[in-house]
């Protein structure tokens, strides 16, 4: 703050006279250097007398070293350090707008009396009100006491130059500069008015602004990035120490229409917090959630409101059609439009537990031979924006191949289908030597057929005599 402006004319010196009329610039609250370097050939018992025109003396020295000060006492000095060479610049600390004007520096030496004029511009920039809530109109406004002819006014916003014309700012063209406007997070910082005329070093005066309301999220439709699945917290947060009342979270339907939020939205978890803090928790973010939320409260009279979107996150995969496809997983998310990057790594954890990450591949399809188990395990889709890295979501490979020999229920299918394939190889055997048997006795047979009629009709009449038998004793009984 403790800054002056030296400009204007050049000082011409010339021999023992000092040129008058120099015009400085000064922020208010900051140290003003009235500038009085007047060569003259005998300078330490010279007389100086500082006053303001038409208004008392500030500062005068007698021959004899005497000093008196008059209006701004306190506030005003002049170092005697380089008084021997000619200078008695006026020092006010802390300047004020009143001190703003013209002012005499009049350097009597014997007969010679040399004067010179110096015109004091106090710069101020004020903002009203002082810390606005947002969408509350408030104005800035540059004065400069007294108002310099022919002066421009511009201004800028943390260094960089505002465009009046061009933003939502209504810049009036008096003596006065004023930016009026409703106050939004994007206008808080530090505001500079930079106070300039033709042939003049410019002049400038600073002030922050900050901006009350909602400080997270800072701005409408950002994006909070959230894998299906996960709990995740739409943020509500503002300005430390306000008390917003009649607090309303809403979600927004596609056509602007109003709806309540859904049930996994259940805002009586939360754990106990600041009373400005009315950001919502999801527990499980479930495929339908994704989409335009907007929450609300009112501040000192003012309906503060943010609009933002949750973009949901999944992994698609064509998950084993055989062992030997390669798997394919898919980065999946609801809204890409703030997405200009993927990128898959892989997560491997050590037996201490300490998760490594190795970066795989770029984009947003990755293709992995399942059949290694050295891709088994965690795989992250990492999604960057312009700003970085935006989220990420998981997906898991299970161990596929039993090579390590180390995946019991695999071994022990195995077992089951060895075992099953004896089996039926016994049973085929079987058949075999079955069908052999009756083969062998079909040879036999044919080698002696008349053997076979014998042995027949031999067993014919057997059964012929029986059965004869059988009849007479029925008929008998
Ligand atoms: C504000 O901006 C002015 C002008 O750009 C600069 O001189 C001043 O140091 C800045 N103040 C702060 C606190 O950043
Ligand atoms: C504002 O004034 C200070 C000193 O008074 C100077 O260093 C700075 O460059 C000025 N800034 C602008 C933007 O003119
Ligand atoms: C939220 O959860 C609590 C506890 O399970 C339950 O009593 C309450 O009815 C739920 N509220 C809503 C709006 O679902
Ligand atoms: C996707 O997000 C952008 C902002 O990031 C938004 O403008 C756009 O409307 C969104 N699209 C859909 C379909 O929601
Ligand atoms: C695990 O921790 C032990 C002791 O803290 C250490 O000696 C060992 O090197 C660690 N192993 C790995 C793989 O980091
Ligand atoms: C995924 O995101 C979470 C939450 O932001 C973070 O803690 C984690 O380290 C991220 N994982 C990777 C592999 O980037």
Known sequence: MWQFVLLGTALLVTGGRCQSVTEVYAEAGSRAVLPCICRSTSSSAATIHWSRVSKSTVWRKAKSGLEYWG???????????????G????????????????????????EKRVTSNVLLMVI????????PVEG??????????????????????NEKTIHPESADYVLSKTQVYVLQTKASDSMAGNWSCVVGSDGRTPGNASTPLTVRGIVKPSRDSASVYAELGAAVTLPCVFS??????????????RFGSVLPLPPSFNTSFLPPRQVWDMSVVVGEVRQGDAGRYRCSATVEGIRVVREMQ???SQVFSNEALTQKTPATLTCHLSNTSEVTDYEWVQVNSDPNNTQ??????????????????????????????????????TYHIPLMSGQMGESKPESSGNAGVVLGLGILLLLLLL??????????????????????TIVHSIFNEREERHRERVKEDDISK
């Open 240 to 253: 430390s120490g306000l008390t917003p009342s009649k607090p309303v979270w809403e979600r927004l339907g």
């Open 136 to 157: 509350d109109k408030m104005t800035i406004t540059c004065s400069v006491t007294p108002w310099p002819t022919g002066a421009t006014v511009s201004w800028m916003l």
């Open 356 to 393: 490594s990450v190795s970066s795989f591949q770029k984009g947003r399809v990755l293709k992995i031979n399942k059949e290694t188990d050295r891709n088994s395990g965690q795989w992250v889709c990492r999604f960057y924006g312009k700003q970085g890295v935006l989220g990420n979501v």
């Open 87 to 110: 200078e008695y610049n006026l020092y006010i600390k802390d300047v004020r707008r009143e001190d703003g004007g013209k002012y005499t520096c009049m350097v009597e030496d014997g």
């Open 71 to 85: 209006i701004g006492a306190n506030r005003v000095r002049v170092p005697q350090s380089h008084t021997g060479a």
């Open 310 to 312: 949750l973009v949901t």
């Open 124 to 131: 101020q920039v004020s903002i009203s009100p002082s810390a």
């Open 431 to 452: 058949v075999f030597v079955k069908m052999y048997k009756n083969h062998r006795r079909r040879q036999m047979i044919l080698q002696y057929p008349a053997m076979e």
